[in-house]
């Protein structure tokens, strides 16, 4: 298939620096670099030690959306593009301490499931550079930095610096050397250069993201020619009865599991209201060909609850 073809990541001139280069800034970090160091951009990327605190990327203002002055959804309220990414972020800044405990209650721990049928099809192999964008508490990225192995590389990137150092935080203490920690927006993808990457993932994220079109534009664009792009998404239940049920679950457990365990049953109302208003799978498949992805297809998990996207950069 086309998605086996490699293509070289280009050569770009290095900058006169003593600092180590960020991962596909400008080209691949040397081997050995230990995880976390980043180049120090002009842009605000800063240098930061393993142990330390994630890098910042400074967007500039209104960059935080692909659609600024228009409005949106955030759940079912109806806000400003830049309010709707405040209110996100608020929400991953709350949950972020308790966002795999409350993953094991919500979904009785099949989420670990639906996330090996992901990885399953990602075609992950040894020595390839893989992107997981919202990559959070950093579930897939530790698989991927073991299946890719020491000649291959893993970005862990989110724009929610609570939910990255959790992440980064875990990758560490589990001794996962190739995987460096970039603070970032899926709608621009901006500290990533072009034809970067073997794999694109997000996983739970996409949702989230205020203009998907943008995102899915620029996760094509770091994507090297022969690679895949994989989407873990909840998504529209297919049979009508199950579908009721699931409601029922979701607006009313959910909020009160949040409130019991995390204190906060706002974001798990708001969890409940962004999956209604996501895509369903269908839709998403058609906005990925937009976007310039070949072979499109979708894989639905118990019962649609979930889908697995996939598609190719040719």
Not at 118 to 138: E, F, H
Not at 198 to 206: A, K
Not at 210 to 215: E, H, M, N
């Amino acid at each position: 298939m086309s998605n086996e073809n490699q293509q070289p990541t280009p050569e770009v001139e290095q900058k006169p620096s003593s600092d180590k280069v960020s991962p596909f800034l400008s080209s691949p970090l040397p081997q050995g670099t230990p995880q976390g160091q980043q180049q120090s951009l002009q842009q605000g990327l800063a240098s930061t030690p393993t142990g330390g605190s994630v890098p910042k990327y400074n967007l500039p203002r209104g960059a935080n959306t692909g659609n600024v002055g228009e409005t949106t959804h955030f759940g079912y309220q109806t806000v400003s593009s830049d309010e709707k990414a405040q209110k996100v972020a608020e929400v991953f800044h709350s949950v972020a301490s308790k966002y795999d405990i409350m993953n094991d209650l919500m979904s009785f721990g099949i989420h670990r499931l639906w996330k090996r049928f992901a990885i399953n099809m990602s075609g992950v192999r040894r020595g390839q550079q893989v992107l997981d964008i919202a990559g959070g508490t950093g579930d897939l990225a530790k698989v991927f930095s073991r299946e890719v192995g020491p000649q291959g590389h893993v970005v862990l990137s989110d724009i929610n610096e609570s939910m990255l150092n959790v992440g980064r935080d875990r990758l560490i203490d589990a001794g996962c050397t190739n995987v460096d920690f970039v603070l970032a927006n899926a709608e621009t993808l901006e500290p990533f250069a072009d034809n970067s990457f073997d794999l694109v993932t997000i996983s739970f994220g996409l949702r989230n993201v205020t203009d998907k079109d943008a995102a899915l534009q620029a996760m094509y664009r770091v994507l090297k020619p022969g690679g895949r792009l994989l989407i873990l998404e909840f998504s529209k239940p297919v049979f009508e009865p199950f579908s009721k049920l699931y409601d029922l679950y979701s607006f009313t457990a959910l909020p009160i599991m949040g409130k019991l365990v995390a204190n906060d049953s706002e974001s798990y109302k708001y969890l409940a209201e962004s999956i209604r208003m996501h895509p369903d799978q269908r839709t998403l498949k058609g906005m990925m060909e937009n976007a310039g992805f070949q072979s499109c297809d979708y894989h639905n998990l118990t019962g649609g609850i979930v889908a697995v996207h996939r598609g190719f950069k040719l």
